[in-house]
């Protein structure tokens, strides 16, 4: 059974980074692509970026230049991964809930998503 | 990238069919087969119901059906119950090979 699980600060200040990790289990995170989408507060879905193992990332074009998405894999290859993500520059307009999920074997749907971490920017 | 333009709402009494939309561009719906719809309740993370364009995953039920015309997508949801009023999104890949999502529909089971 594969499961992901978001976690880090729930308030970030403006301007500074909101880093965010994506623990996995049941899975290993050299396969497959992972990815991070975001929902505002009332408001819509919206896909921030992927990572595939050593192969590739992919980001949204409006957040492209905030954006870095990376792995930090274990030697097990069922033992807990983690994937992470950090959004420099922080504004209101970031708040939102953010979920960690997991592609399909083509990287085209998600198929897996964590349960979402609410991040509050504000001073 | 903009998003993939969905009805704000759609509702039906128990047992009707409703089909959402969603409409895109050549650079996105209509190029690819990758559509897929999700479907969220209040609070919890978007399920998948639908992938590329009209099949169903495990355990989802027969009752959502997908397809596709040009730019344009559509779930359907036949024998509507009450456990379907949620949120539903769509997504597609586009040639840009990024991911666009909907602007989502709030289904409302009368």
């Known amino acids: 059974q594969v499961q992901l699980q978001e976690s880090g600060p729930g308030l970030v200040k403006p301007s500074e980074t909101l880093s965010l990790t994506c623990t996995v289990s049941?899975?290993?995170?050299?396969?497959?692509?992972w990815s991070w989408v975001r929902q505002p507060p009332g408001k819509g879905l919206e896909w921030i970026g992927y990572i595939r193992y050593s192969v590739s990332t992919a980001y949204n074009p409006s957040l492209k230049s905030r954006v870095t998405i990376s792995l930090d894999t274990s030697k097990n290859q069922f033992s807990l991964n983690q994937f992470s993500l950090k959004l420099t520059s922080v504004t209101a307009a970031d708040t939102a809930v953010y979920y960690c999920?997991?592609?399909?074997?083509?990287?085209?749907?998600?198929?897996?998503w964590g349960q979402g971490a609410l991040v509050t920017v504000s001073s | 990238q903009s998003a993939l333009t969905q009805p704000a709402s759609v509702s039906g009494s128990p047992g009707q069919s409703i089909t959402i939309s969603c409409t895109g561009t050549?650079?996105?719906?209509?190029?690819?087969?990758?559509v897929s719809w999700y479907q969220q309740h209040p609070g919890k993370a978007p399920k998948l119901m639908i992938y590329e364009v009209s099949n169903r995953p495990s355990g989802v039920s027969n009752r959502f059906a997908g397809s596709k015309s040009g730019n344009t997508a559509s779930l359907t949801i036949s024998g509507l119950q009450a456990e379907d009023e949620a949120d539903y999104y769509c997504?597609?890949?586009?040639?840009?090979?990024?991911?666009?999502f909907g602007t989502g529909t709030k289904v409302t089971v009368l």
């Open positions: 050549s650079s996105d719906v209509g190029a690819y087969k990758y």
């Open positions: 997504s597609s890949y586009t040639t840009s090979s990024t991911y666009v």
């Open positions: 049941g899975d290993s995170i050299s396969n497959h692509y």
């Open positions: 999920a997991r592609y399909d074997s083509g990287g085209y749907y998600w198929v897996y």
